[in-house]
């Protein structure tokens, strides 16, 4: 093997390093001991079509052990009765406050809408969006509030354990554990300011009331398609405390249910989540190819164990961020085919940025 050719693959190295890094350092949610200080929570859900899921979540939620919370759960014009679902499951608990929602804006994305409607109506010191497909453990919500108190967080993100199924969630879902644990040291996410260290889950973002109205609220990303990363840069730009953790085990959800949901939830974010670079989304595809797909074939052309060990290194650094983050480690040795799925999504993503719209439960997102 050429010189040059191992050092095109040392990029391995590194994320292997920073994915053992993270093993070692990531916060992970535990039970905590009663707090001393128990700040008022609105946890704030927008709901769109969801019948399916928010019946159960609205159950965890309700049987948390923490005290001093609401929900606020605000439906996004829906079509199948998901308000009545979520009354029903909350049997009359005057915790669960339901409103409906206003059409949707000029200017304005529906789930930055749904949940700019929902901070109207919060009463809470603490700020939590979440989803309306996150289950909760009934000791979640205090584990969450410890975590946040102990580290004194401005904006407190959290990454549910993914439940995965098919081999079309299970070969793509499990890779956003993946990108976190291996490309970026939480440690640098805690305590650098550079806005390149920044991370956000959606499903679970816990803001002081503070916080959330000194950068603007939603009303500041209400154009963003990853709003999550959007809050942590605003975050880190006003030098707060971006502070990130594991849900281990204690919410869960299932993002998606099968290879097309999850094709088309991946590839409506993808681009966005390359900073809506066509030419970044080509590289990284290139980059991931190169990696995690180059170094086998390589291998079997040539019949070089040096190439295999590259493989090989690829395959544990995906087994142990899988590991982590509680997903199945012998679905990592299917990278390869994992990288190809994620090529199809990166390409109906920039399909849809040429033709200038995708769609997403019944409504146009204009690129």
């Not at 001393?36 to 769109?48: A, H, N």
């Not at 154009?223 to 405390?241: C, G, I, P, S």
């Not at 590289?283 to 040539?302: G, K, Q, R, Y």
């Amino acid at each position: 093997m050429k010189s040059w050719l191992i050092l095109s693959f040392s990029p391995l190295i590194v994320i292997a390093l920073v994915a053992i890094l993270n093993a070692l350092t990531f916060p992970r949610l535990k039970t905590a001991k009663k707090l001393e200080k128990q700040p008022w929570v609105s946890i704030l859900i927008p709901m769109r079509d969801e019948a399916q899921r928010v019946g159960a979540t609205i159950q965890t939620l309700l049987a948390q052990d923490y005290p001093h919370f609401e929900i606020i759960l605000l439906d996004d014009q829906s079509s199948d009765g998901s308000a009545d679902v979520a009354r029903c499951a909350a049997k009359g608990d005057t915790r669960l406050k339901v409103i409906n929602g206003m059409p949707l804006p000029e200017g304005w994305l529906g789930k930055n809408w749904a949940c700019h409607q929902a901070a109207q109506h919060a009463q809470g010191d603490l700020m939590l969006f979440s989803d309306a497909d996150v289950r909760w453990h009934p000791q979640a919500l205090s584990a969450l509030i410890s975590q946040a108190e102990r580290t004194k967080a401005d904006l407190l993100t959290c990454w549910p354990t993914q439940q995965t199924v098919t081999w079309g969630e299970r070969l793509t879902v499990p890779l956003m554990a993946f990108t976190i644990l291996a490309y970026l040291p939480v440690l640098a996410v805690h305590h650098l300011p550079c806005r390149v260290f920044s991370a956000a889950m959606g499903q679970c973002l816990l803001f002081r009331r503070a916080t959330y109205e000194q950068i603007g609220g939603h009303v500041a990303v209400r154009q963003r398609v990853v709003e999550d990363m959007a809050f942590a840069y605003a975050v880190k730009r006003a030098r707060l405390r971006l502070r990130a953790c594991d849900a281990n085990g204690m919410l869960h959800t299932r993002m998606y249910f099968n290879w097309r949901e999850a094709r088309n939830g991946f590839a409506k974010n993808i681009l966005a989540g390359h900073g809506n670079s066509v030419l970044f989304l080509l590289f990284s595809t290139l980059f991931h190819w190169w990696l995690f797909v180059v170094p086998w074939a390589l291998a079997l052309f040539e019949l070089s164990w040096q190439y295999a060990l590259f493989g090989a290194l690829g395959i544990l650094t995906r087994m142990l961020t899988a590991v982590i983050s509680r997903q199945r480690a012998a679905d990592a040795l299917l990278l390869p085919v994992s990288v190809v799925l994620m090529t199809v999504i990166a390409a109906q993503s920039l399909w849809q940025h040429w033709r200038g719209r995708a769609e997403w439960k019944g409504r146009q997102i204009r690129r």
